[in-house]
């Protein structure tokens, strides 16, 4: 009989972990490796945040908490998004978890029945489509194009509406792409979901304060008020606030929705880490001033990799809107030759050619459901990103 459950031959292990930890084996080896493939600032904690951690622990606060976590964070938490995004809502509506694929894994547990549909614009996170199928759901995958700034249309999701559909996915900014949904073009959406009173919205705001050149970022409720009450609002603290390691995330949805999560939790995880969830709370409640200075280097940071990646033969390089991604087209470039012979199939050995032949390690665009691209992340310092870009130029300078 075999061990593992017939559920865990539907998902793959991530592909973004797994290059992000081939690059960190290759480092330890001591090859010359420049990764840009993980999801993660390389700013540290805030130092006000992790001294309300060490406080935290020096009265004691090491105990559990309540499953959905502890009142003045809920409330915090509600408070903020209530400030940024001009909403209403309540402590009780909250659920903080251990980081925000936690959120996405429990609402999906919690609300699928087998064969519930779950429409995902394309390129999505790579996390998205297996957790949906964990959840006994089917993905209904609606591929996006660089004409449209890799942004879901009102045609598209009204097409790809079934019966069986139960919730719609959105990431605005969107990783990997970075691009963000105007209140208009989010209007056009939420207008069609109102023709379909039975699906849900999740929306994943986990990059909604990194936007650039003065954008700003909506959400869905925001636009569409009369969507609350089937809308599940996720967020989290791992990258405007560069708490990666601290895994808390946190959900707003209406009480009927919590308190499912927070049954599915209680039998699970429980709580998030208390000490974690004191520094959010930290987070949270502060002036928000110092996420803006990390946004600036971002936006400067996106502006050097986009011009140095353009002027690449070969190579097309949109401007992101928002979060710290570049998402860039290989199509050109396929079927091509290496330095050292390796012919290009496709956009997963152009980054395992990159890696290996130049030491810079990227997401190739079929983890993201979108092949012929592959995804950088500018979230490293300037020097490191120049001489990838330098090292990306050379090799696809060298292909023949």
């Known amino acids: 009989m075999p061990l593992a459950a017939t559920r865990m031959g539907r998902i793959l292990p991530s592909q973004t972990i797994a290059i992000t930890q081939k690059a960190r084996a290759l480092k330890a080896e001591g090859r010359d490796i420049i990764s840009l493939s993980a999801g993660e600032p390389d700013f540290d904690t805030p130092d006000f945040i992790k001294q309300a951690a060490i406080e935290a622990i020096q009265r004691g606060e090491t105990k559990y908490t309540d499953v959905a976590g502890i ?3 809920r ?7 209530n400030a940024d995004f001009d909403l209403d809502y309540r402590a009780e509506e909250i659920c903080i978890s251990t980081g925000g694929k936690q959120v996405i894994y429990n609402v999906m547990v919690a609300t699928l029945n ?3 549909e779950v429409i995902i614009p394309a390129p999505a996170w790579v996390s998205y489509p297996d957790i949906v199928q964990l959840a006994d759901g089917k993905p209904v995958i609606v591929p996006t194009t660089s004409e449209t700034g890799f942004r879901l249309t009102a045609e598209q999701l009204r097409a790809a509406i079934t019966p069986r ?5 959105l990431n605005s ?3 990997p792409t970075g691009s963000a949904y105007s209140r208009e073009e989010l209007k056009a959406l939420t207008d069609v979901l109102l023709e379909h009173p039975q699906i849900w919205v999740l929306t994943d705001d986990i990059y909604a304060k990194l936007t650039y050149d003065g954008r700003q970022a909506y959400t869905i409720v925001q636009v569409e008020p009369r969507l609350r009450e089937r809308t599940l609002t996720m967020n989290g603290v791992s990258k405007a606030y560069a708490m990666t390691g601290w895994r808390i995330g946190f959900a707003a949805a209406p009480v009927q929705l919590i308190k499912e999560l927070i049954k599915l939790q209680g039998q699970s995880t429980s709580n998030a880490c208390s000490i974690a969830q004191a520094a959010a709370l930290a987070a949270v ?3 928000q001033d110092f996420i803006q200075e990390m946004v600036s280097v971002y936006q400067k940071r996106r502006d050097l990799v986009v011009a140095a990646l353009s ?13 710290f991604y570049v998402f860039v087209s290989v199509q050109n470039l396929l079927g091509k030759r290496t330095a050292s012979g390796h012919v290009l199939k496709n956009d997963e050995d152009f980054v395992t050619a990159l890696l290996d032949e130049t030491g810079v390690a990227a997401v190739h665009g079929t983890a993201f459901l979108m092949p012929g691209y592959f995804r950088v992340s500018y979230a490293t310092s300037t020097e490191l990103l120049e001489e990838a870009c330098r090292r990306i130029a050379r090799f696809c300078e060298g292909l023949a």
């Not at 409330?75 to 998004?81: C, H, M, T």
């Not at 559909?165 to 996915?169: A, E, F, Q, V, Y």
């Open 114 to 116: 087998e064969g519930d």
């Open 285 to 287: 409640s502060a002036p």
């Open 75 to 81: 409330q915090a938490v509600a408070a903020r998004l």
């Open 71 to 73: 009142p003045a964070l």
């Open 165 to 169: 559909t139960r919730w719609l996915m």
């Open 173 to 175: 900014p969107c990783n």
């Open 311 to 323: 002027r690449v033969p070969g190579l097309i390089c949109p401007k992101p809107e928002g979060a």
